[in-house]
């Protein structure tokens, strides 16, 4: 079965650094990996996805993830963090084996971005 | 073209009562899936509905039910809340056998008290 592991619960970025959020899978599967963002008391927002095409992917608001089957990882990216960013980040994966629109989630990981 | 729209946006229910929350999907989508994500945690995936039958579902007591109307907006009621029950329920909607995303509502925060 498909699974979602983020490393930090919460990551402290100062305003212009870079921005590293960490997500490993696993999947038996080729997976669909996705980032979604959630802001307080707001649904979520795809950011990203990769759906087996360039493993590069360039996402909304300066974000991008890459692919790496061999570490099984899809960790994401900005390379100057913005005050706006601060947010819940969840990484997620589809489940391939019984229907690509259900996802499973990350448990995520807390944004904060000091001035 | 109207996203994901979910009612009500907040409420309150008491122990041992029932309730009712709705989700119309975006325009041109024909499936509905409803997620619990519980303060701090990822969204947790309930059921999925698809030609007004539930298609899949996960780990979620029978108390979770939910219906699909001809004009593809679904209902999730839960019976007998619990405490453990509240949460930010989200309904995501996408269309069924092709290779795009879920777009998801802004959720319906339910609080039992």
């Known amino acids: 079965a498909q699974s979602v592991t983020q490393l930090g619960s919460h990551v402290s970025v100062s305003e212009g650094a870079l921005v590293l959020l960490r997500c490993n899978y696993s999947?038996?599967?080729?997976?669909?990996l996705f980032w979604y963002v959630q802001y307080p008391n707001q649904g979520l927002q795809l950011l990203l996805k990769?759906?087996?095409?360039?493993?590069l992917v360039k996402g909304i608001n300066g974000f991008e993830a890459e692919f790496k089957k061999s570490e099984t990882s899809f960790h994401l990216t900005k390379p100057s963090a913005h005050m706006s960013d601060a947010a819940e980040y969840f990484c997620?994966?589809?489940?391939?084996?019984?229907?690509?629109?259900?996802?499973?989630f990350g448990p995520g990981t807390s944004l904060s971005v000091i001035p | 073209d109207a996203g994901v729209t979910q009612s009500p946006t907040h409420l309150i229910k008491t122990r041992g009562q029932q309730v009712t929350l709705r989700c119309s999907p975006k325009?041109?989508?024909?499936?509905v899936s409803w997620y619990q994500q519980a303060l701090g945690q990822g969204p947790q995936f309930i059921f999925q509905?698809?030609?007004?039958?539930?298609?899949q579902r996960g780990n979620f007591p029978d108390r979770f039910s939910g219906h699909q109307f001809p004009n593809y907006s679904s209902e999730l009621n839960v019976n007998a809340l619990l405490l453990g029950d509240s949460a930010l329920y989200l309904c995501?909607?996408?269309?069924?056998?092709?290779?795009?995303?879920?777009?998801f509502g802004q959720g319906t925060r339910l609080t039992v008290v």
């Open positions: 990769y759906t087996s095409a360039a493993t």
């Open positions: 325009s041109g989508h024909d499936t």
């Open positions: 997620a994966v589809s489940d391939r084996e019984t229907s690509y629109d259900k996802v499973i």
């Open positions: 995501a909607s996408s269309l069924f056998g092709v290779n795009t995303e879920a777009f």
């Open positions: 999947s038996s599967v080729p997976p669909y």
């Open positions: 509905y698809y030609e007004e039958e539930e298609r």
